[in-house]
């Protein structure tokens, strides 16, 4: 995926090219978390259900496909390989670190990392952003080629990244109905932690 040259990488600041695209995304995420959080002081109930789907949603959008808005802008800011990945996983990265903040307060700091990170909805997550910065990558070589950029669209980097994402979901989700997953974070939970 490095491969791809993005079109004004010595111009651009670290503010420009990383700051700005992904903390956009964590600053709406972390104030879409506030307003979720604060939506149980609504009583009316049609009122509080619609809020909170609405805001569900986008909750949804921003941790999970915040990707495909933020890697589009940064390869176009000169942002590096690296710089793009940093800023694609600051927002579900986030949100696992909340969720261990969260449990941490019940369990071990072991337990609480491991239900943060290593959770098949964590997971599901993470290795998503692999396969979303693969297609994000291809998205803008295709574009580029349209373009008349002389760029090879499909390259072994993002189409591996693509085909894992999509091979870890399937097995954590799909696979026998997600049950042989969740049956392997219980076994290794029992061995790590009772």
């Known amino acids: 995926m ?12 670290l503010l ?5 695209p992904a903390g956009t995304v964590f600053v709406f995420w972390l104030a879409l978390n506030f307003i979720y959080d604060r939506l149980i002081f609504i009583e009316d109930v ?11 949603v986008l909750l949804v ?24 990945v940093i800023g694609c996983l600051l ?13 941490n307060v019940s369990f071990t700091l072991g337990e609480s990392f491991f239900y943060a990170f290593f959770t098949s909805v964590s997971l599901m997550l993470l290795f998503g952003q692999v396969g979303l910065i693969g297609i994000s990558e291809l998205a803008y ?11 090879r669209i499909l390259t072994p980097i993002p ?17 026998d109905g997600g049950y042989a997953f969740h049956l392997t974070v219980k076994m290794v939970y ?4 009772l």
């Open 2 to 13: 490095a491969q791809s040259e993005p079109p004004e990488s010595s111009q651009a600041t």
């Open 16 to 20: 420009r090219r990383l700051v700005i």
């Open 46 to 56: 049609e009122t509080y259900a619609l809020m909170a789907d609405i805001t569900w």
């Open 61 to 84: 959008v921003c941790i999970g496909f915040g990707t495909l808005f933020i890697y589009p802008i940064m390869t176009a800011r000169g942002a590096s390989f690296v710089e793009r």
């Open 91 to 103: 927002t579900p990265v986030g949100w696992c670190v909340k969720e261990f903040l969260r449990v």
């Open 141 to 151: 070589r295709w574009r580029a080629r349209r373009r008349g950029q002389m760029v």
């Open 159 to 175: 189409v591996t990244s693509i085909v894992v994402s999509l091979g870890v979901v399937y097995f954590i989700g799909l696979y």
């Open 190 to 193: 029992r061995a790590l932690f």
